[in-house]
């Protein structure tokens, strides 16, 4: 970790801009800008996209991290009054891992006057995996990411890659709306024993913490099949979940590097992705690792 610092904190869009213009005018003029978005709940996870961030601007540039729960990509039944704030402590992050400014806007700051009237339409990928299970979900995420691209106006941005079909979704905005930022996607950081950290890990109950790590296993093992093809992938994959107690499946699926469905017509090797979703109680959990994808043996297409 870097050496602890206090970030400015800046509530306002007029806030915000002062900030980042007082930040670059101390170190001799335009360095680049780096935005790294988050809704808060900051853990280790979290402080490696900082540093990315760092990296990628280098130490003349400008790191700015947000800090909003977005109420616009929560549904009617989620977690939105359940998840955690908790804006001293992810100060102390951001200072520890040398964050020049701290955007924590009030939604009526974001959002004035309520809800916006124009949004970010995904297109047809926010309609499948979590589009499915969350409807309106990325339609939230991608509007409020825009709207943070504006006031920020970052020349990167550093997402996660756990959030693997959001990393997507905001790669395929910028490039459809020809946004001039470049989005780097950061690997996951892991617990020792595998899972991904996500700052709804702290709902899990000891019992629901170990038998969580059932997803990062099962990612495991669909990788470890994927020399047979995308099917036997999934099927070992599933069967790594089956019958673990207060683990219930919502998908596991295989797909291209682009979240498209596997091309069962293709005989090349190439990258993909496995990804997971479950619940456990009233906690969702998400997942995800690159795969190899092999074409399917005969042996296998005759089972």
Do not use: W
Not at 135 to 144: C, D, I, K, Q
Not at 167 to 172: D, E, F, N, P, S
Not at 187 to 192: A, G, I, S
Not at 253 to 278: F, I, P, Q
Request: net charge negative.
């Amino acid at each position: 970790m870097s050496t602890l610092t206090s970030p400015a904190l800046a509530p306002t869009r007029s806030a915000l801009r002062a900030e980042i213009a007082a930040v670059r005018a101390q170190r001799g003029g335009a360095g680049p800008v780096a935005l790294v978005p988050t809704m808060g709940a900051l853990h280790v996870g979290h402080a490696s996209l900082m540093r990315e961030a760092r990296d990628q601007v280098g130490p003349d540039g400008v790191v700015v991290a947000s800090v909003f729960v977005n109420p616009l990509q929560f549904g009617q039944d989620e977690d939105l009054d359940r998840y955690p704030r908790t804006l001293d402590a992810d100060l102390a992050v951001c200072g520890a891992e040398g964050v020049d400014v701290v955007f924590a806007p009030a939604v009526d700051e974001v959002y004035p006057g309520g809800d916006p009237q124009v949004t970010v339409e995904p297109g047809p990928l926010a309609t499948l995996l979590e589009g499915a299970s969350r409807p309106g979900h990325f339609r939230g995420v991608l509007t409020v990411v825009a709207k943070l691209f504006g006031l920020v106006q970052p020349d990167v941005a550093v997402f996660g890659q756990k959030d693997f079909q959001q990393l997507t979704l905001v790669r395929r905005m910028v490039a459809d709306l020809c946004l001039p930022v470049e989005v780097v996607g950061a690997e996951t950081v892991r617990e020792p024993d595998g899972l991904a950290l996500s700052s709804r890990n702290r709902y899990l109950d000891p019992e629901q913490r170990r038998a969580a790590v059932v997803l990062s296993r099962a990612l495991a093992a669909a990788r470890e099949h994927a020399t047979y093809g995308a099917q036997a992938a999934r099927e070992a994959g599933v069967a790594a979940i089956a019958g673990t107690p207060g683990v219930e499946l919502d998908y596991l699926v295989v797909t291209e590097a682009d979240l498209a469905a596997v091309d069962g017509t293709r005989e090349d090797v190439r990258e993909g992705r496995v990804l997971v979703a479950a619940r456990l109680g009233a906690t969702r959990l998400l997942d995800n690792l690159p795969i190899t994808i092999h074409p399917t043996p005969p042996s296998e297409e005759s089972r």
